[in-house]
Nanobody, 124 residues
Framework: QVQLVESGGGLVQAGGSLRLSCAAS????????MGWFRQAPGKEREFVAT????????DYADSVKGRFTISRDNAKNTVYLQMSSLKSEDTAVYLC?????????????????WGQGTQVTVSS
């Protein structure tokens, strides 16, 4: 299993930017496809972005395409989510997750290990 700790959340004005980080330990980070999800109060967990083990493949939710960028640094066991042009509807707890499957996935059920999340609040 991989232990995951997110950081970088906070309060930002609409149109602003934030970079989230997710530090991994206790497992083989470089062997895991990684994903970012978010969950707003009263809503289901929602896929945001995913990246393959070596970073060669990525996928994004339509709602964040062109605004968010996922990346990873296997030497630092860290995955990032650069968020730009933030909107109030981006407000949520953002969680990173590790998947053992060989291909990138968008379904939460494909991810085995989860962090505790970091709060992102976008004020309008």
């Amino acid at each position: 299993q991989v232990q995951l700790v997110e950081s970088g959340g906070g309060l930002v004005q609409a149109g602003g930017s934030l970079r989230l980080s997710c530090a991994a330990s206790g497992g083989t980070f470089s062997a895991s496809n990684m994903g970012w999800f978010r969950q707003a109060p009263g809503k289901e967990r929602e896929f945001v972005a995913t990246i393959s083990r070596r970073g060669g493949s990525t996928d994004y939710a339509d709602s964040v395409k062109g605004r968010f960028t996922i990346s990873r640094d296997n030497a630092k066991n860290t995955v990032y989510l650069q968020m730009s042009s933030l909107k109030s509807e981006d407000t949520a707890v953002y969680l990173c997750a590790a998947s053992p499957y060989p291909t990138i996935r968008t379904a939460p059920g494909a991810y085995r290990d989860w962090g505790q999340g970091t709060q992102v609040t976008v004020s309008s």
